[in-house]
């Protein structure tokens, strides 16, 4: 099973958009929030502590089972969509 964390900060520019796309992507593919996608804020100390285990250093980032898939940038629709149907 494919599992999605969306890493956001709160004075992030590009989040929001990035927000969305998940989001919007999540939805079409059919996936449940809080079972195979979640959001995390990393000025939360839990959440940091979590981003940092993945060694991010920059917002929007995307963690797909485990691995990162994207840091520090919006991610493309298309590509998002190509990897969680991998």
């Given at each position: 099973?494919?599992?999605?964390?969306?890493?956001?900060?709160?004075?992030?520019p590009?989040?929001?958009?990035?927000?969305?796309?998940?989001?919007?992507?999540?939805?079409?593919?059919?996936?449940?929030?809080?079972?195979?996608?979640?959001?995390?804020?990393?000025?939360?100390?839990?959440?940091?502590?979590?981003?940092l285990?993945?060694?991010?250093?920059?917002?929007p980032?995307?963690v797909?089972?485990?691995?990162?898939?994207?840091?520090?940038?919006?991610?493309?629709?298309?590509?998002?969509?190509?990897?969680?149907?991998?």
């Amino acid at each position: 099973m494919t599992r999605l964390i969306l890493y956001t900060g709160t004075n992030c520019p590009r989040c929001p958009e990035a927000k969305k796309i998940v989001e919007d992507v999540t939805k079409a593919l059919r996936l449940k929030k809080g079972e195979d996608w979640e959001i995390k804020n990393i000025d939360e100390e839990e959440n940091m502590l979590t981003a940092l285990q993945y060694q991010i250093a920059s917002t929007p980032s995307i963690v797909i089972d485990g691995e990162v898939f994207i840091m520090g940038a919006v991610p493309d629709r298309e590509q998002l969509v190509d990897k969680l149907k991998d």
